[in-house]
Protein backbone atom coordinates (compact mmCIF):
# COMPACT_ATOMS: atom_id res chain seq x y z
CA UNK A 1 0.00 0.00 0.00
CA UNK A 2 1.40 4.16 -0.62
CA UNK A 3 0.26 6.84 1.50
CA UNK A 4 0.09 10.04 0.13
CA UNK A 5 0.55 12.75 2.59
CA UNK A 6 -0.33 15.96 1.47
CA UNK A 7 -2.64 19.08 2.62
CA UNK A 8 -4.28 19.96 -0.32
CA UNK A 9 -7.31 17.34 -0.90
CA UNK A 10 -7.39 18.09 -4.75
CA UNK A 11 -3.18 16.60 -4.87
CA UNK A 12 -3.99 13.67 -2.84
CA UNK A 13 -7.42 12.39 -4.52
CA UNK A 14 -5.63 13.16 -7.94
CA UNK A 15 -2.55 10.98 -7.07
CA UNK A 16 -5.34 8.46 -5.02
CA UNK A 17 -7.17 7.80 -8.14
CA UNK A 18 -3.71 7.45 -10.38
CA UNK A 19 -2.78 4.55 -8.21
CA UNK A 20 -6.23 3.52 -8.32
CA UNK A 21 -5.96 3.14 -11.83
CA UNK A 22 -2.61 0.90 -11.84
CA UNK A 23 -4.65 -1.51 -9.15
CA UNK A 24 -2.10 0.02 -6.28
CA UNK A 25 -3.43 -0.09 -3.20
CA UNK A 26 -2.96 3.46 -1.27
CA UNK A 27 -5.17 5.94 1.07
CA UNK A 28 -4.24 9.36 1.87
CA UNK A 29 -3.50 11.14 5.59
CA UNK A 30 -3.15 14.61 6.49
CA UNK A 31 0.25 15.55 8.30
CA UNK A 32 -0.86 15.16 11.72
CA UNK A 33 -2.69 12.22 11.57
CA UNK A 34 0.11 10.38 9.54
CA UNK A 35 2.56 9.16 12.10
CA UNK A 36 0.08 7.89 14.70
CA UNK A 37 -1.42 5.79 11.87
CA UNK A 38 2.05 4.30 10.94
CA UNK A 39 3.15 3.49 14.58
CA UNK A 40 -0.15 1.32 14.87
CA UNK A 41 0.28 -0.45 11.52
CA UNK A 42 2.90 -3.43 10.68
CA UNK A 43 5.69 -2.09 8.77
CA UNK A 44 5.44 -4.45 5.64
CA UNK A 45 2.07 -2.70 4.53
CA UNK A 46 3.19 0.09 3.51
CA UNK A 47 5.27 0.06 0.18
CA UNK A 48 6.00 3.11 -0.34
CA UNK A 49 5.34 7.39 1.09
CA UNK A 50 4.48 9.92 -1.51
CA UNK A 51 5.31 13.42 0.98
CA UNK A 52 3.33 16.42 -0.53
CA UNK A 53 2.95 19.78 0.29
CA UNK A 54 2.69 20.02 4.67
CA UNK A 55 4.60 22.15 7.36
CA UNK A 56 7.82 20.90 7.94
CA UNK A 57 8.51 18.25 5.40
CA UNK A 58 12.31 17.64 6.28
CA UNK A 59 12.05 17.47 10.34
CA UNK A 60 8.84 14.81 9.76
CA UNK A 61 10.98 12.72 7.32
CA UNK A 62 12.97 11.68 10.22
CA UNK A 63 10.21 10.64 12.37
CA UNK A 64 8.99 8.74 9.26
CA UNK A 65 11.97 7.05 9.43
CA UNK A 66 11.88 5.71 13.02
CA UNK A 67 8.77 3.91 12.14
CA UNK A 68 9.03 2.50 8.29
CA UNK A 69 11.87 2.05 6.17
CA UNK A 70 9.26 2.20 3.03
CA UNK A 71 10.68 4.95 -0.16
CA UNK A 72 9.68 8.10 0.20
CA UNK A 73 9.42 10.19 -2.19
CA UNK A 74 8.40 13.95 -2.25
CA UNK A 75 6.82 16.32 -4.59
CA UNK A 76 7.72 19.57 -5.28
CA UNK A 77 6.12 22.18 -7.01
CA UNK A 78 9.28 24.16 -7.81
CA UNK A 79 12.76 23.78 -9.25
CA UNK A 80 14.80 24.86 -5.94
CA UNK A 81 18.07 23.63 -5.31
CA UNK A 82 18.09 24.35 -1.78
CA UNK A 83 15.24 23.10 -0.97
CA UNK A 84 15.86 19.50 -2.99
CA UNK A 85 18.84 19.51 -1.51
CA UNK A 86 17.15 19.72 2.20
CA UNK A 87 14.73 16.88 1.52
CA UNK A 88 17.67 14.72 0.56
CA UNK A 89 19.74 15.66 3.93
CA UNK A 90 16.76 15.11 5.58
CA UNK A 91 16.35 11.55 4.74
CA UNK A 92 13.72 11.56 1.60
CA UNK A 93 14.71 8.52 -0.58
CA UNK A 94 13.88 10.89 -4.11
CA UNK A 95 12.42 14.08 -5.12
CA UNK A 96 10.47 14.92 -8.24
CA UNK A 97 8.57 17.69 -9.63
CA UNK A 98 4.97 17.85 -10.21
CA UNK A 99 3.13 16.95 -12.44
CA UNK A 100 4.59 13.19 -12.32
CA UNK A 101 2.79 9.97 -13.35
CA UNK A 102 1.85 7.50 -10.51
CA UNK A 103 3.81 4.88 -13.21
CA UNK A 104 7.39 7.15 -12.64
CA UNK A 105 6.50 7.27 -8.75
CA UNK A 106 5.92 3.28 -8.60
CA UNK A 107 9.04 2.65 -10.97
CA UNK A 108 11.22 4.88 -8.65
CA UNK A 109 10.24 3.31 -5.19
CA UNK A 110 10.98 0.02 -6.85
CA UNK A 111 14.55 0.82 -7.66
CA UNK A 112 15.14 2.50 -4.94
CA UNK A 113 14.50 -0.89 -3.24
CA UNK A 114 16.17 -2.44 -5.70
CA UNK A 115 19.50 -0.23 -4.78
CA UNK A 116 19.10 -1.20 -1.19
CA UNK A 117 19.67 2.71 -0.97
CA UNK A 118 19.41 2.83 2.45
CA UNK A 119 22.19 0.39 2.74
CA UNK A 120 20.09 -2.98 3.60
CA UNK A 121 21.17 -5.92 2.65
CA UNK A 122 19.73 -7.45 -0.05
CA UNK A 123 19.40 -10.95 1.59
CA UNK A 124 16.80 -13.61 1.39
CA UNK A 125 14.42 -13.09 3.81
CA UNK A 126 12.98 -16.98 3.42
CA UNK A 127 14.31 -20.00 1.52
CA UNK A 128 12.57 -23.40 1.71
CA UNK A 129 14.02 -26.28 2.95
CA UNK A 130 15.79 -27.37 0.37
CA UNK A 131 17.11 -23.98 -0.40
CA UNK A 132 15.49 -23.95 -4.02
CA UNK A 133 13.24 -21.15 -3.76
CA UNK A 134 14.48 -17.83 -2.35
CA UNK A 135 11.39 -15.31 -1.17
CA UNK A 136 13.07 -11.47 -1.18
CA UNK A 137 11.47 -8.71 0.93
CA UNK A 138 12.71 -5.83 -1.56
CA UNK A 139 10.30 -5.95 -3.94
CA UNK A 140 12.40 -8.42 -6.63
CA UNK A 141 10.60 -11.50 -8.07
CA UNK A 142 11.26 -14.29 -5.96
CA UNK A 143 14.05 -16.97 -7.65
CA UNK A 144 13.90 -21.17 -8.05
CA UNK A 145 17.30 -22.64 -8.39
CA UNK A 146 18.79 -19.09 -8.83
CA UNK A 147 16.38 -18.41 -11.58
CA UNK A 148 13.78 -15.50 -11.38
CA UNK A 149 10.00 -16.79 -10.90
CA UNK A 150 7.88 -13.95 -12.61
CA UNK A 151 4.81 -12.76 -10.26
CA UNK A 152 2.11 -10.53 -11.01
CA UNK A 153 2.13 -8.21 -8.02
CA UNK A 154 -0.38 -9.54 -5.71
CA UNK A 155 0.93 -12.66 -5.85
CA UNK A 156 4.36 -11.43 -5.37
CA UNK A 157 3.13 -9.56 -2.23
CA UNK A 158 0.74 -12.77 -0.89
CA UNK A 159 4.35 -14.54 -1.42
CA UNK A 160 6.35 -12.75 0.56
CA UNK A 161 3.69 -11.64 2.75
CA UNK A 162 3.74 -15.81 3.54
CA UNK A 163 7.81 -15.79 4.14
CA UNK A 164 7.56 -13.16 6.23
CA UNK A 165 5.39 -15.17 8.95
CA UNK A 166 6.54 -18.85 7.55
CA UNK A 167 5.49 -21.46 10.19
CA UNK A 168 2.65 -19.41 11.04
CA UNK A 169 -1.60 -19.94 10.24
CA UNK A 170 -2.83 -16.85 8.35
CA UNK A 171 -6.15 -16.63 7.49
CA UNK A 172 -8.03 -15.74 4.31
CA UNK A 173 -8.75 -12.26 6.63
CA UNK A 174 -4.75 -11.50 7.25
CA UNK A 175 -3.75 -12.20 3.75
CA UNK A 176 -6.32 -9.88 2.44
CA UNK A 177 -5.48 -7.11 5.14
CA UNK A 178 -1.78 -7.49 4.46
CA UNK A 179 -2.20 -7.02 0.28
CA UNK A 180 -5.29 -4.99 0.32
CA UNK A 181 -4.94 -3.38 3.33
CA UNK A 182 -6.94 0.25 3.65
CA UNK A 183 -7.40 0.09 -0.66
CA UNK A 184 -11.14 1.38 0.24
CA UNK A 185 -12.51 -0.41 -2.92
CA UNK A 186 -15.06 -2.92 -3.25
CA UNK A 187 -12.92 -6.04 -3.84
CA UNK A 188 -13.95 -9.02 -2.07
CA UNK A 189 -11.79 -10.63 0.89
CA UNK A 190 -12.18 -13.95 -1.69
CA UNK A 191 -10.41 -12.68 -4.07
CA UNK A 192 -7.05 -13.97 -2.35
CA UNK A 193 -7.92 -17.38 -2.57
CA UNK A 194 -8.06 -17.10 -5.90
CA UNK A 195 -4.19 -15.16 -6.26
CA UNK A 196 -3.44 -18.60 -3.85
CA UNK A 197 -4.78 -20.60 -5.83
CA UNK A 198 -2.29 -19.39 -8.88
CA UNK A 199 0.85 -18.61 -6.92
CA UNK A 200 0.83 -22.49 -5.38
CA UNK A 201 0.31 -23.89 -8.89
CA UNK A 202 3.49 -22.27 -10.26
CA UNK A 203 5.47 -22.74 -7.21
CA UNK A 204 4.71 -26.68 -7.63
CA UNK A 205 5.38 -26.43 -11.50
CA UNK A 206 8.77 -25.18 -10.94
CA UNK A 207 9.09 -26.87 -7.00
CA UNK A 208 7.85 -30.15 -7.85
CA UNK A 209 5.68 -29.91 -4.20
CA UNK A 210 3.85 -27.23 -2.59
CA UNK A 211 5.33 -24.81 0.11
CA UNK A 212 2.43 -23.30 1.30
CA UNK A 213 -0.12 -25.78 3.43
CA UNK A 214 -3.74 -25.10 3.52
CA UNK A 215 -5.78 -26.18 5.78
CA UNK A 216 -9.94 -26.24 6.60
CA UNK A 217 -10.73 -23.79 8.93
CA UNK A 218 -6.63 -23.24 10.31
CA UNK A 219 -5.77 -21.06 7.04
CA UNK A 220 -2.49 -21.46 5.14
CA UNK A 221 0.90 -21.58 6.42
CA UNK A 222 4.59 -20.89 4.42
CA UNK A 223 6.45 -24.11 5.67
CA UNK A 224 8.77 -24.20 2.40
Partial sequence: MYIV???RQSVAAEYLAGFGAQDVPARSLRAEEFLAWLAGHPTDTVQGIVLGECDDRAGRTAAIRSLSQAPIIALNETRSLEQT???FTAGIDDVVRRP???REILARAEAIRRRGIRGEAQAPAAQDR???LKV???GRDPEIDGVSL????RERHILEFFASHRGRPLSRAQIFNAVYAEHGSDVEESVVEGHISKLR???RLRLGYDPIEAKRLAGYT???
Avoid: I, T
Fill in 5 to 7: VDE
Fill in 85 to 87: LDL
Fill in 100 to 102: VHV
Fill in 130 to 132: NGR
Fill in 136 to 138: FAD
Fill in 150 to 153: NLPR
Fill in 201 to 203: KKL
Fill in 222 to 224: FVG
